[in-house]
């Protein structure tokens, strides 16, 4: 063998095993999605958090939906990408019972101005440090943002989302519960 093949050989084993890392890494930390959960679902759904009118409220109004939970911020590069999609699909998605809701780790004022920028047809509530802390409880181990949760209308988490997504992906996740 000559040491460019041996090179490139042993290159395309050190990638392949450092894929599988990765793999096993978003297996361990929810992000391959497809997992239900039990109770936690509903725990998200009863957690309160305020409004961006001030209100506190929970999120039990959306029980029996399919339901796209959203942890983000407005300093986060891959937040403000996909939520022009989470606008799209959501205004396309109402009809078909699936609801999206953002819950920003971040300032009211930003939130809001971000919202009025960006036309967010659904709602945002600002969450603290025990949103993240839940968020983690539901498999955002790393505590990254953007997390995103699909709750099924029985309250079970369906899957679990890590980092900007594409819209592909969103669309791959919902579909079986459409």
């Known amino acids: 063998m000559t040491p460019l093949r041996r090179t490139l050989l042993l290159a395309g ?3 392949l095993a450092a894929a599988a890392g990765y793999m096993a890494n978003l297996a361990r930390i929810g992000g391959l999605g497809g997992i239900k959960s039990s109770g936690l679902g509903e725990k998200i759904l009863g957690s309160r958090l305020v409004g961006l009118d001030g209100v506190s409220q929970n999120l039990t109004a959306f029980r029996g939906r399919i339901l796209v939970v959203n942890y983000w911020a407005t300093w986060c590069a891959p937040c403000r990408e996909e939520i022009p999609m989470f606008v799209r699909i959501q205004q396309e998605f109402a009809a078909k019972n699936v609801q999206f809701v953002g819950i920003a780790i971040d300032q009211v004022d930003k939130v809001r101005e ?3 920028e960006f036309q967010v047809n659904y709602p945002f ?3 603290a440090m025990d949103s993240m802390e839940l968020s983690r409880e539901a498999g955002n181990q790393a505590g990254v943002l953007p997390y ?3 709750i099924n209308p029985a309250g079970q988490i ?3 989302l890590v980092g900007g997504i594409s ?3 969103m669309r791959s996740a919902l579909q079986p519960m459409l």
Request: overall charge positive; aromatic content about 12%.
């Open 13 to 15: 084993v050190g990638g």
């Open 114 to 116: 971000f919202a009025m």
């Open 125 to 127: 509530f600002i969450g």
């Open 148 to 150: 995103t949760l699909i």
């Open 158 to 160: 369906a899957a679990k």
């Open 167 to 169: 819209e592909a992906r």
